[in-house]
């Protein structure tokens, strides 16, 4: 099956100039996908919370374009949708950040509610992870539990939930859960000190083995779990 081209693909970025052509096969022009522009439009129009998010990230955009940290965005943008409480779904080995968050935001005149990825205090092998899979095997380790994050949040009827640090995937479970909108302010990535951009711009250097060819396989997963114990 050919690959589809799509946007990742483009050299010619017409979507965001409108200063040359589109390419033949571009998504903003393909058959059908007219109908599906209609459709996203109607949406921002008709849906007053997808169109007072919409409006507001673009201020925070227009506004104070290169001149904000993201937590100072969070926090404009927060009071742009009038949110009052924020949640803040914090890792647990991001804790002592979070703590300064919190106070930040509470300085802001915002009130928080944070909620840690250990909360429930429940062993991994409770929800079927084998022990095997824990990061130190035969012990305690409790699992994260981004489902009960977002469920507590939504108890609080928080007005907007900040991503802190969760993990590949459990940060995927709280946004599928979660009542309000999410947002992030730290993305997980343990190597490269919550900076995963920088696997990108060291891709023709440092981390050219990503585009060479060498993937996880099983051999490297065993290997990785012979240097653990």
């Given amino acids: 099956m050919a690959n589809q081209f799509t946007c990742t693909e483009c050299n010619f970025l017409n979507c965001q100039t409108r200063d040359s052509e589109f390419p033949r096969k571009c998504l903003t022009t393909a058959e059908g ?3 599906v522009l209609q459709q996203s439009l109607d949406v921002y129009d008709n849906d007053r919370s997808v169109n007072k998010i919409m409006l507001a990230a673009a201020q925070v ?5 290169g001149q904000l940290t993201r937590v100072e965005e ?3 943008f927060a009071k742009k949708i009038g949110a009052k409480k924020i949640g803040i779904a914090s890792c647990a080995g991001l804790i002592q950040e979070n703590r300064i968050f919190a106070s930040i935001l509470r300085a802001n005149d915002l009130d928080v509610f944070g909620v840690l990825c250990k909360v429930g205090a429940q062993d991994k092998c ?3 992870i084998e022990d095997r899979d ?3 095997p035969g012990r305690y380790e409790a699992m994260c539990n981004p489902v009960m994050q977002a469920n507590l949040c939504n108890k609080e009827k928080t007005d907007l939930n900040v991503i802190s640090g969760l993990c590949v995937g459990h940060d995927s479970l709280f946004m599928k859960q979660s009542d309000a909108p999410v947002t992030y ?3 997980k990535d343990r190597v490269l000190a919550h900076n995963p951009i920088g696997a990108l711009n060291t891709g023709h ?3 050219k083995r990503l585009l060479d060819g060498v993937k996880l396989n099983e051999a490297d ?3 990785a779990l012979s240097h653990r114990q």
């Fill in 33 to 35: 996908n007219n109908a």
């Fill in 221 to 223: 997963e065993k290997a």
């Fill in 61 to 65: 955009e227009g506004q104070y374009y």
């Fill in 185 to 187: 302010l730290i993305v």
């Fill in 205 to 207: 250097s440092y981390y």
């Fill in 134 to 136: 824990k990061i130190k």
């Fill in 74 to 76: 969070i926090i404009v």
């Fill in 126 to 128: 409770s929800v079927g």
